[in-house]
């Protein structure tokens, strides 16, 4: 039996409970891709299931799947490493197992409810039972205190096991702090103001606040329980570079919304403020994988989990270049003139949330897949990972340039040079440069969905003909597996 494979404990059962996050993860990923490769479509041919699933119910189903499956896929990885950081079963894991069916059942109702209801009439019942209409937050006022109940037994398995490990660990106060903030700053969205200023102020706390702040910090508690396990970095350096991630990203994510409170009616200062200020946020993540990669040195990125050491320096230096690189770059007040609402941001978008959270998922995904068969943990590699990731990442960037082309169309043509009048924009719209760039948005996309169908099936075999030779060989030698 090689020396770097060893017989582990039985899981928990809040392990368990994972595994299963991971698996309904992965899925609703695919689901995120279809959907998004058929809005593509539809912008090359608008006929296409106009009658049946129009661009903009693909596009909601596409975004919102998107928010579903990375938080899942967040949370999951929690209840994985949160038995391991206290030593003890998670406190009120049958509550935990409850809220998640209900989860599941309401994303399959509001999957519904997007494809054969899509709108109601003007009426609070319609708010509350199909759609709020708010782009990002389409999902109906049920479906908001669903997800706020989710957060809220969440959060109580964190505390209520850490109280009752008597282990209280920075990383967990942390953890404790954001989850707190993670259920505080969604309900921001379920307020309702006539001032559309109002309306539009607190919608920005939840679409920008709630991923660019919270989730942060969750996946800077993930990447340093991550690098603890893979790589065996210090504790405290980890926690270190967790407590300036906390003040960096709460600091100046509030101050870095500046550039979207400018267009919709407060002071013409927060402007300049959001500018400078929104581009720091992922600096902490990436300072603490260099300073862990620099202090493992090279023998020790030989690792056990190879996949998962890939993409967790995907995810720092996918962050730094799609939050960081990208964002800062059109919300300079001098560019966010000319360049707010283009597909500048849709380029943003795609790349940061690959980056900083696809990236943490897939990580932590190949974390469990390492730990989630049989009693032996067994060294995990193989070439379908390394296909996988890089089609991916071709994938991504094929379509954050195509979205980045024509972003800077609309910003040269339809805005400095046009002055954003309506033949400007259609001009804009229809010029080559654009044009062109909805087929490449289009192929890239297939790109990516190959890639995650090797993943899939990586994930699914990885480690298998390990497992059973190790296995045989832990009997040889009169071993067990407990």
Do not use: C
Request: no cysteine.
């Amino acid at each position: 039996m090689s020396a770097t494979t060893r017989v582990r404990p039985k899981l928990y059962e809040a392990q368990k409970l994972a595994i299963w996050y991971f698996v309904v993860a992965i899925a609703l990923f695919g689901l995120q891709l279809t959907f998004g490769l058929i809005a593509a479509y539809q912008q090359l041919n608008p006929e296409f299931w106009f009658e049946v699933a129009p661009f903009m119910t693909n596009r909601t189903l596409h975004v919102n799947t998107m928010v579903v499956w990375l938080l899942v896929g967040l949370v999951g990885g929690v209840y994985w490493f949160l038995p391991q950081e206290t030593g003890r079963e998670v406190v009120g894991i049958k509550a935990a197992k409850i809220i998640w069916w209900v989860i599941v059942a309401g994303v399959l109702v509001l999957a519904g409810i997007y494809l054969f209801v899509q709108y109601g009439p003007g009426e609070m019942s319609t708010l509350w039972l199909f759609m709020e209409g708010r782009e990002y937050l389409e999902a109906p006022r049920w479906v908001d205190l669903a997800l706020v109940l989710w957060v809220a037994i969440f959060l109580y398995n964190v505390i209520a096991t850490t109280l009752a490990s008597r282990r209280i660990t920075g990383t967990l106060m942390v953890l404790i702090f954001d989850l707190v903030a993670l259920g505080a700053l969604y309900s921001a969205g379920m307020h309702y103001s006539i001032n559309l200023t109002m309306d539009q102020f607190l919608w920005w706390w939840v679409v920008h606040l709630w991923v660019e702040a919270t989730w942060e910090v969750l996946v800077g508690v993930l990447m340093a329980w991550s690098l603890m396990y893979l790589l065996g970095t210090p504790r405290k350096v980890v926690e270190t570079w967790l407590f300036l991630e906390v003040a960096l990203v709460f600091g100046t994510g509030i101050l870095g919304l500046g550039h979207h409170y400018f267009w919709i009616g407060t002071p013409e200062y927060w402007l300049g403020l959001g500018g400078f200020f929104s581009a720091m946020e992922p600096l902490p993540l990436v300072a603490m994988v260099v300073h862990a990669l620099y202090d493992a040195g090279g023998h020790r990125l030989m690792a056990v989990n190879k996949p998962a050491v890939f993409w967790l320096i995907t995810q720092a230096f996918g962050n730094f270049i799609g939050a960081g690189v990208w964002g800062f770059m059109q919300t300079l007040p001098q560019i966010n003139m000319y360049s707010h609402g283009t597909q500048l941001a849709a380029a943003h978008g795609h790349l940061a949330f690959f980056g900083a959270y696809l990236s943490t998922v897939l990580m932590l995904a190949y974390i469990v897949a390492q730990n989630a068969r049989e009693h032996i943990q067994v060294p995990l590699d193989s070439r379908w990972w390394k296909w996988a990731a890089g089609l991916m990442i071709f994938g991504i960037f094929g379509i954050t340039g195509a979205f980045t082309i024509s972003g800077f169309t609309q910003t040269l043509i339809e805005r400095a040079e046009g002055g954003s009048t309506w033949a400007a924009f259609i001009r804009a719209y229809t010029h080559p440069w654009y044009a062109n760039t909805l087929g490449w948005r289009y192929f890239f996309g297939w790109v990516v969905l190959t890639g995650y169908l090797i993943l899939v099936y990586d994930l699914w075999t990885i480690g298998k003909k390990a497992v059973t030779h190790a296995r045989a060989a832990v009997a040889a030698v009169g071993g067990g597996d407990d």
